[in-house]
C-alpha cells in the first residue's frame, strides 16, 4: 500500500491521537468539578498544559522540515504526527475551556488556533492531491525546460513569420509580448498566462489611438494570434505563404500549450503553497496569543 | 526639419564615440526596413516599426505602427508624447530622445544594448512564477502578529498593574484593558467591583487572597476553629477554594456534596474525636436521624428545649392544652356568629419570609369562641390574656366599683350592694363602705378562682394553684410553634405544592396535645435523597445546612493564630 502522510507507519499517529482523544473525552465526562468545567479545574490544568506543549512542538516542525542532518525521525512522519496531533488539538483546547468563549484574549487564543489547524486541512488536501495533477501536467519535463522552448519557439516563429508578411511579423511580436507567465497572487492562483490583461490593454491602447486621431476603426481587430493569421491567408496569399503560415500557426499552438501547461504548473504550485501564508503567520502570532493567556491567567490567579 | 542622430560606439571596456549623423524630414521612423532613418538589423523590430515626431518645446510623439506596440520608458505603448531624455527600447537597440541642439530641431541618440544588460532587463521584466517572488511573506506578517498580541494581548493589560490610572482610560478606550482577560463573567453580586480586577486580585502572579474576600465579608462566619478541628482541608481551605467567581450567573456557592462528605463521612477519626457530629456522607443513604428540638422549661419558666433523636413514639410538652380533633370537625363548630369550618391555616400561619409559622395568637385564633368573661351581670367585660397579674387587678377594681356604686343584682350579695344609689343621696358611711369593699374582695377571688380553675384558662392551660388561692396563679408557659430543627434550614415556603397533611400526617386525628406532629428523615426522604439519587430531587448538604456557621469565630477575626493565613 501507498504510504502517504496519513496512513505513515500504518497511520500510527492516528491511533496516538484516537489514543489521546479517548482519553480526554473519558476524563471530561467523569470529571465532575463543583463549578461549571473550565480551565482552572484539575483536568482543565492538565488539558491546558498537554495543549500548549503540543503547540509548541507542532510548530517545532517547522524547525524540523528544515533541519537535514537531524536523524530524529523522517520528515514525513513528522508531518503525519503533525497532522494527526494538530488535529486532535480542536478537541484538547474545547475541553480545556469547557466550552467557554467569550470576547477575550482566551477565545482570541481558540480562535487563532482554530484558523492555523483548519488552515493546515487545507495544506493536507492540497498535498494530497496536486503533487499528482502537477506530475501529470509537467508530462515528465520540467517548468524550466518547457519556458526554454516556449522561448526557442518564439525565436523560430519571429524568423517565419518575416519570411510571410510584416503583418504576420507582427503579430507575432505582439503574441510574444503577450505571452506573460506568471504574476501576482491571484494571476498566479488562477492561472492565468497574462494574454487577456495584454488583449485588453491593447484594446485599451487602440481606443484611446481612435479617440486622440479621430480617425475611423481599423481593420486590425485585437483578438488572438491564431484567429487573426487565418484571416490573413483567407484574404489571400500564395502557396508559399500559406505553407509557412500553416507551419507558424503549428509552431504557436504547441507554444500556447506549453504556456498553457507553464500557468498551470505555477498555479498548482501557488495553491500548494499559499495556505501557509495564513498558516505559518497565524501560527506565530498564536504563540504569542497563548503566552498572553498563560501569563494573563497567572497574573490574575 | 533637422535631426541629430547621435550613435554610441563601444569600443572595449571604457572607451565610448560617437558617430553622428543627420535626417531631414519631420518623422523619424524606426525599423528594419532600409529606408527607416534609424534602422535595426533586428527580427524582434517590424519592417516599419514606429515613428517619434517632434512637437515643439522639447517635446517627442512617439507612436508604434504595429499591433505590437513599442516599449518606451519600459511600458509598451501605442501612442505617447514624452519629454526629451525618454528611452525607447526595441530589441537589443535602445534609443534617448535629446533635446533639440545646435542648429538641429530634434536629437536622439542611438545605442546598442548589450547582451548581459538585456538578460538583466528581461529577467528584471519577468514576471514572479512563485508565490515568494511576490510581495506575500510569511516572515513579517509573522512578526507583525506576534507583536501586535504580545503588546495588545498581554503587555498593555499587564502595565495597567503598574500604572495607575491606565486601566481606566483604556476601558474608555478601543484598546484593550485588564477586561480582554477576564475569562468569563463575574458572579452578579461582584459585578460593581468588576471593571477594577484588583479588588480581588491584589497581588500579581499570587491567587486572591482571602483577605480580599473579608474586607467585604467581614461578618461572615468561620465553618469551624481550625485549631481545634485539625484538618488539612480546613486549615489550609481559601475562601476560593469552594467560591470560584468569573463562571457566569450561576452563583459562586458551591453545591457540591463532596465538599462537606469529604470531611464529614468520617469526621469523629479525622479530629480525633474532638467532634462529637456523627458521620455523615449523604441524605439518601447516610444521614442519622433528625435532632428535634422539643420544648421544655427551666424551674424558673426559661425556654430551655431539648434535643432529642426523633422518633415516632416521642411526644413534646407545648404547655397547651388542645384538642385537633374537635377543632377540625368537618362539619364545623358553633361559633358565636354561626357555624365555623377550621382548617389548618385558621391558626398556623407562616411568617413572613414564609420559613417558620408565627406564634398562635389567642387573639386572632380562639378568642372568637373562646371568651373570658367572668360576670353574668357584665357579660361584656373580659379579663386580658396572659397576664395573670392583670386578671386579679381587673377583677378587684370591677367588683370595687359595682359595690361602691351599688344596683348590683345578686341575691347573694349584701343590701347595700344590691341596693341603687340615687342621685342626692347621701354617701356610704364608713360601716357600708367596709362592707361593700369586703364583698367585692371575696367576689374578685370567688371569680378569679372560677375563671383560673374551672370555667376559662384552665380549659387550655395548666394551671398550678399551689402558690395560694389569693391570686397566686401559675399558668404554665406555652411554646406552640418554633424551630424545631435549629441545625437545618427549612422553608415552608418552598414546600407550598404540598398539602400540610403530607407532611403532618395525623394532625387531624390527634387528640392530645402531647402528639409530636413534626415529621422525621424518612418523611423528607420521600422526596429528596443525595446527590447521586435518581428519581429523587437531588438534595446536597447545602440544601438544608449552612457552611458558615460558627457561631464565635467570623473569618476576618481569626481566633487563632492557626486561623491567621
Redesign the interface.
Known amino acids: 500500500m501507498h504510504d502517504s502522510i496519513l496512513t505513515h507507519a500504518r497511520s500510527r499517529y492516528l491511533w496516538i491521537s484516537l489514543a489521546l482523544s479517548a482519553i480526554s473525552i473519558a476524563l471530561y465526562l467523569w470529571h465532575d468539578p463543583a463549578v461549571a468545567p473550565n480551565g482552572g479545574t484539575w483536568l482543565g490544568y492538565t488539558l491546558g498544559t498537554i495543549a500548549a506543549l503540543l503547540i509548541v512542538w507542532l510548530m517545532l516542525f517547522g524547525i524540523r522540515k528544515r533541519s537535514y542532518s537531524t536523524t530524529l525521525g523522517s520528515t514525513r512522519g513528522w508531518l503525519s504526527a503533525h497532522i494527526y496531533l494538530g488535529t486532535t488539538l480542536i478537541l484538547l483546547a474545547l475541553l480545556h475551556c469547557g466550552f467557554q468563549f467569550g470576547w477575550n484574549l482566551h477565545t482570541l487564543t481558540l480562535v487563532l488556533m482554530l484558523i492555523v489547524i483548519f488552515s493546515g486541512f487545507f495544506g493536507v488536501y492540497a498535498y494530497l492531491r496536486y503533487p499528482t495533477l502537477m506530475t501529470r501536467n509537467r508530462e515528465s519535463a520540467t517548468r524550466d525546460a518547457m519556458l526554454e522552448e516556449i522561448s526557442e519557439i518564439d525565436q523560430n516563429a519571429l524568423a517565419l513569420a518575416d519570411g510571410i508578411a510584416p503583418e504576420i511579423h507582427a503579430v507575432v511580436l505582439r503574441s510574444i509580448e503577450n505571452t506573460r507567465l506568471g504574476g501576482g497572487v491571484w494571476t498566479q492562483l488562477r492561472a492565468r498566462d497574462g494574454s487577456d490583461i495584454a488583449i485588453a490593454r491593447i484594446r485599451a491602447a487602440i481606443e484611446k489611438r481612435e479617440t486622440q486621431a479621430g480617425a475611423a476603426p481599423p481593420a486590425l481587430q485585437a483578438g488572438q494570434t491564431i484567429i487573426a493569421m487565418v484571416d490573413f491567408l483567407a484574404g489571400g496569399a500564395d502557396d508559399k505563404q500559406s505553407e509557412a503560415l500553416r507551419k507558424l500557426i503549428d509552431m504557436l499552438s504547441r507554444k500556447r500549450a506549453l504556456a498553457t501547461r507553464v500557468a498551470r504548473d505555477i498555479q498548482y504550485q501557488a495553491v500548494m503553497e499559499i495556505w501557509l501564508y495564513i498558516h505559518v503567520p497565524l501560527s506565530v502570532t498564536l504563540l504569542a496569543a497563548l503566552i498572553g493567556h498563560i501569563i494573563s491567567v497567572f497574573f490574575y490567579w | 526639419m533637422r535631426w541629430l542622430i547621435r550613435r554610441v560606439l563601444k569600443k572595449g571596456k571604457s572607451s565610448i564615440s560617437y558617430e553622428d549623423d543627420t535626417h531631414y524630414g519631420e518623422i523619424l521612423t524606426i525599423g528594419r526596413a532600409s529606408d527607416q532613418a534609424i534602422f535595426l538589423p533586428d527580427?524582434?523590430a517590424?519592417?516599419?516599426h514606429a515613428s517619434v515626431t517632434a512637437v515643439g518645446n522639447g517635446k517627442y510623439r512617439v507612436?508604434s505602427l504595429?499591433?505590437?506596440?513599442i516599449r518606451v520608458n519600459g511600458e509598451?505603448?501605442?501612442?505617447i508624447t514624452v519629454a526629451s531624455g525618454a528611452v525607447i527600447e526595441l530589441g537589443s537597440t535602445r534609443l534617448t530622445l535629446l533635446d533639440a541642439r545646435g542648429d538641429y530641431d530634434a536629437a536622439v541618440e542611438v545605442s546598442t544594448i548589450d547582451k548581459s544588460e538585456q538578460a538583466a532587463i528581461s529577467s528584471s521584466r519577468?514576471?514572479?512564477?512563485?508565490?515568494?517572488?511576490?510581495?506575500?511573506?510569511?516572515r513579517w506578517?509573522?512578526?507583525?502578529?506576534?507583536?501586535?498580541?504580545?503588546l495588545l494581548?498581554?503587555l498593555l493589560?499587564?502595565a495597567t498593574?503598574v500604572v495607575p490610572g491606565l486601566n481606566k482610560v483604556l476601558r474608555y478606550s478601543p484598546l484593550?484593558s485588564?477586561?480582554?482577560?477576564?475569562?468569563?463573567?463575574v458572579d452578579a453580586a461582584h459585578k460593581i467591583i468588576a471593571n477594577d480586577?484588583t479588588r480581588c486580585?491584589q497581588n500579581?502572579?499570587?491567587?486572591?487572597r482571602d483577605t480580599a474576600c473579608t474586607s467585604c465579608h467581614a461578618s461572615t462566619k468561620a465553618h469551624a476553629d481550625p485549631a481545634r478541628f485539625n484538618i488539612p482541608a480546613l486549615g489550609d481551605a481559601r475562601c476560593g477554594t469552594?467560591h470560584?467567581d468569573?463562571?457566569?450567573n450561576?452563583g459562586m456557592v458551591?453545591?457540591?456534596q463532596?465538599?462537606c462528605a469529604d470531611c464529614h463521612a468520617d469526621l469523629k477519626a479525622r479530629t480525633r474525636n474532638a467532634s462529637q457530629i456523627a458521620d455523615i456522607s449523604d441524605f439518601g443513604s447516610n444521614h442519622p436521624e433528625f435532632h428535634v428540638n422539643l420544648p421544655g422549661w427551666s424551674g424558673n419558666d426559661e425556654f430551655t428545649p431539648k434535643s432529642m433523636p426523633w422518633s415516632a413514639a416521642l411526644k413534646e410538652n407545648s404547655g397547651l392544652k388542645f384538642n385537633h380533633e374537635k377543632h377540625l370537625k368537618a362539619d364545623g363548630l358553633n361559633a358565636p356568629n354561626g357555624r365555623k369550618v377550621l382548617v389548618c391555616a385558621n391558626c398556623h400561619q407562616p411568617d413572613v419570609a414564609g420559613a417558620a409559622m408565627l406564634p398562635i395568637s389567642f387573639e386572632k385564633m380562639c378568642h372568637e369562641c373562646h371568651q373570658l368573661g367572668f360576670d353574668t351581670l357584665a357579660p361584656e367585660r373580659e379579663v386580658p390574656h396572659a397576664d395573670v397579674p392583670a386578671v386579679t387587678y381587673t377583677l378587684d377594681e370591677f367588683y370595687a366599683r359595682r359595690g361602691l356604686e351599688g344596683g348590683y343584682a345578686d341575691a347573694r350579695a349584701p343590701t347595700i350592694v344590691q341596693e341603687r344609689r340615687r342621685p342626692g343621696s347621701p354617701p356610704l358611711s364608713r360601716q357600708e363602705q367596709v362592707e361593700a369593699l369586703a364583698w367585692a374582695r371575696d367576689r374578685a377571688r370567688e371569680a378569679a378562682r372560677t375563671l383560673f380553675t374551672s370555667k376559662a384558662c384552665v380549659t387550655c392551660h395548666s394551671i398550678n394553684t399551689t402558690a395560694g388561692a389569693d391570686g397566686g396563679w401559675h399558668v404554665a408557659p406555652v411554646r406552640v410553634s418554633g424551630i424545631w430543627y435549629v441545625e437545618a434550614s427549612f422553608s415552608h415556603a418552598k414546600h407550598q405544592t404540598k398539602a400540610c397533611n403530607d407532611c403532618h400526617a395525623g394532625a387531624a386525628s390527634s387528640k392530645a396535645s402531647n402528639d409530636l406532629l413534626i415529621p422525621g428523615i424518612d418523611n423528607c426522604r420521600e422526596c429528596h435523597a443525595g446527590a447521586h439519587s435518581s428519581g429523587k430531587i437531588a438534595s446536597t448538604c447545602i440544601a438544608c445546612h449552612d457552611y458558615h456557621r460558627s457561631p464565635l469565630l467570623t473569618l476576618d477575626k481569626p481566633a487563632t493564630t492557626a486561623a491567621n493565613r
Open positions: 527580427l524582434r517590424a519592417l516599419n507612436e504595429i499591433i505590437a506596440g509598451i505603448t501605442y501612442s519577468k514576471k514572479p512564477t512563485s508565490l515568494s517572488e511576490t510581495w506575500i511573506s510569511k506578517p509573522s512578526w507583525i502578529g506576534f507583536i501586535v498580541v504580545l494581548g498581554l493589560p499587564a498593574h484593550p485588564t477586561a480582554f482577560w477576564n475569562p468569563g463573567e480586577c486580585h500579581a502572579f499570587l491567587m486572591v469552594c470560584q468569573h463562571n457566569g450561576r458551591s453545591q457540591a463532596e465538599l
